[in-house]
């Protein structure tokens, strides 16, 4: 399945319909050197969908979500 890339992560839970919604744990995470220590960003996916076998995995931006777009999909996880 090919989907537009989203440009917001308000846009990203209406374009994709494995996401369920996006939270922001930036108040429960830190930056040290200019790098987060954890994810700043935690994609929760809805029943039947998964990235990496996960039904939820963390990224750092829009940039990086973008890169998984594809890797969200429906069903277990597939071994290559």
């Not at 839970?13 to 996006?22: K, R, T």
């Not at 744990?25 to 076998?53: H, Y």
Request: aromatic share 12%.
């Amino acid at each position: 399945m090919t989907l537009k890339l989203p440009r917001s992560y308000a846009e990203a839970v209406q374009l994709h319909p494995g996401i369920a919604s996006i939270d922001d744990e930036r108040a429960w995470t830190s930056r040290e050197d200019g790098s987060w220590t954890g994810p700043p960003f935690v994609c929760n996916l809805n029943p039947g969908w998964t990235w990496d076998g996960l039904n939820h995995f963390g990224f750092s931006g829009l940039k990086e979500l973008q890169q998984e777009w594809e890797h969200i999909v429906y069903g277990p996880r597939q071994e290559e």
